[in-house]
């Protein structure tokens, strides 16, 4: 395995047109050699973004116009440990459309398949008149207290993020995320996967027992949207829920500052460490 680059200011640093090699912001929480899912999630949604945009600059040189199309769901699946280490992401379009389109992205390092993701895009329209949810507003980042997340989990990228938390019970907790770390160096990335790179994050704020006593990482993270997100804060209100033969689902309402915008799940394998 390579050195990961400790470049303080990105996640990621590209080094060719689909290849990236992961920064020690990128490190995971439940080994030192391995990349925390939030950030590579981002990732992923940021080279899906600069596929779409390659394909509509070719659309409107052939004089065909913009799609005008946004992300409503993503869904990842993890095929195992991903090693904080250089891997690629192809990126294919599996249906397209001028209103639905489906994207499909492969992460693959050490010749290895670790994630698949797929996205779809709706078109967007003006549904003002209509738009509502029964969701309820968090309180703003300014009304949380900092929690200091590395006092629970370690690693590269809990160290690198701001964390402003309420936890009401074990397994329930609203929390407010930001970071001035980028995603990729040099590299400006969209709304959503600035949203998304710390979304994954929800399954650590609202632990329902030790991570040092028993392990419950998750095997997928799928996000759907109602709108776009806004703004540098990420806010999750999540709670935990372990059932009693090894298995457990993390859901999260998305809030940015301006409200609810969509939710996330994650499956949980849950297992006593051992030891414990």
Same mark, same amino acid.
């Given at each position: 395995m390579t050195t990961p680059t400790a470049a303080p200011d990105s996640y990621y640093q590209r080094t060719g047109e689909n290849s990236y090699k992961p920064t020690a912001q990128a490190q995971g929480a439940w080994h030192p050699d391995e990349q925390h899912f939030s950030p590579l999630g981002g990732l992923i949604v940021h080279a899906i973004d600069r596929h779409r945009a390659d394909h509509q600059r070719a659309d409107q040189r052939a004089g065909r116009p913009a799609d005008g199309l946004a992300l +409503?769901?993503?869904?990842y699946d993890i095929l195992g440990l991903i090693a904080l280490d250089e891997f690629e992401i192809t990126v294919e379009t599996v249906r397209p459309g001028r209103t639905i389109e489906l994207?499909? &992205?492969?992460? $693959?390092?050490?010749? %290895?398949?670790?994630? %698949? &993701?797929? +996205?779809?895009?709706? +078109?967007?329209?003006?549904?003002? &008149? !209509? &738009? =509502?949810? @029964?969701?309820?507003?968090?309180?703003?980042?300014?009304?949380?207290?900092?929690?200091?997340?590395?006092? !629970?989990? *370690? =690693?590269?990228? #809990? +160290?690198?993020?701001d964390v402003? %938390?309420?936890?009401?019970?074990?397994?329930?907790?609203?929390?407010? #995320?930001?970071?001035? $770390?980028?995603?990729?160096? *040099?590299?400006?990335? =969209?709304?959503?996967?600035?949203?998304?790179?710390?979304?994954?994050?929800?399954?650590?704020i609202a632990v329902r027992q030790n991570p040092t006593e028993w392990m419950f990482p998750n095997t997928?993270?799928? #996000?759907?949207? @109602?709108?776009?997100?806004?703004?540098?804060?990420?806010?999750?209100?999540?709670?935990?829920?372990? *059932?009693?033969? *090894?298995?457990?689902?993390?859901?999260?309402?998305?809030?940015? !500052?301006?409200g609810p915008l969509g939710r996330a799940e994650q499956i949980l394998t849950v297992r006593p460490l051992n030891g414990s």
């Open positions: +409503a769901r993503i869904s994207v499909e &992205a492969t992460v $693959v390092t050490g010749g %290895r398949a670790v994630v %698949r &993701a797929r +996205a779809w895009f709706l +078109a967007e329209l003006d549904t003002t &008149a !209509v &738009a =509502g949810t @029964h969701d309820r507003p968090l309180p703003g980042p300014e009304e949380f207290e900092p929690w200091t997340m590395a006092g !629970v989990w *370690g =690693g590269g990228y #809990i +160290a690198s993020i402003r %938390r309420r936890e009401t019970a074990p397994g329930r907790a609203a929390a407010w #995320i930001s970071t001035p $770390v980028e995603l990729v160096a *040099g590299e400006p990335s =969209g709304p959503h996967a600035s949203f998304v790179k710390l979304a994954d994050t929800a399954n650590g997928d993270l799928t #996000i759907h949207f @109602h709108r776009r997100p806004e703004g540098p804060w990420t806010g999750l209100d999540t709670s935990v829920s372990f *059932g009693p033969a *090894g298995h457990g689902v993390t859901s999260t309402v998305l809030h940015d !500052v301006h």
